[in-house]
């Protein structure tokens, strides 16, 4: 699920009804996305790659899976897990927590 117009990518301020435009578009790219995956786990075990932003307070694609258990593998930053990378991490000093996680 990709755009093919990533001009959006370079705005540095966006107006309300743009904010508004993106969250819809993410709600419903998530609720696909869920869709999609628990037609797999129907069938057997499956190995989703999914980025930490779904795991964000609100995100509606965890949510929506019909799997209760979970293996997350999650970037630390100085220790500390985070949605995003701050600002002029070193590489080499990032590293990750693999933990077991249920809904």
């Given at each position: ?38 037609q797999y786990t129907r069938k057997g075990l499956v190995f989703a790659s999914l980025g930490i ?9 965890i949510p929506n899976l019909d799997e209760n258990n979970f293996i997350i593998a999650s970037p ?28």
């Amino acid at each position: 699920m990709c755009r093919k117009d990533k001009s959006f990518l370079e705005k540095k301020r966006r107006s309300s009804k743009e904010i508004k435009i993106e969250e819809e578009i993410l709600f419903k790219r998530e609720l696909n996305q869920s869709s999609i995956i628990n037609q797999y786990t129907r069938k057997g075990l499956v190995f989703a790659s999914l980025g930490i932003y779904h795991f964000r307070a609100g995100g509606k694609l965890i949510p929506n899976l019909d799997e209760n258990n979970f293996i997350i593998a999650s970037p630390l930053f100085n220790g500390k897990e985070r949605l995003s990378p701050p600002s002029k991490f070193i590489k080499s000093e990032v590293s990750y927590v693999i933990k077991s996680v249920k809904k």
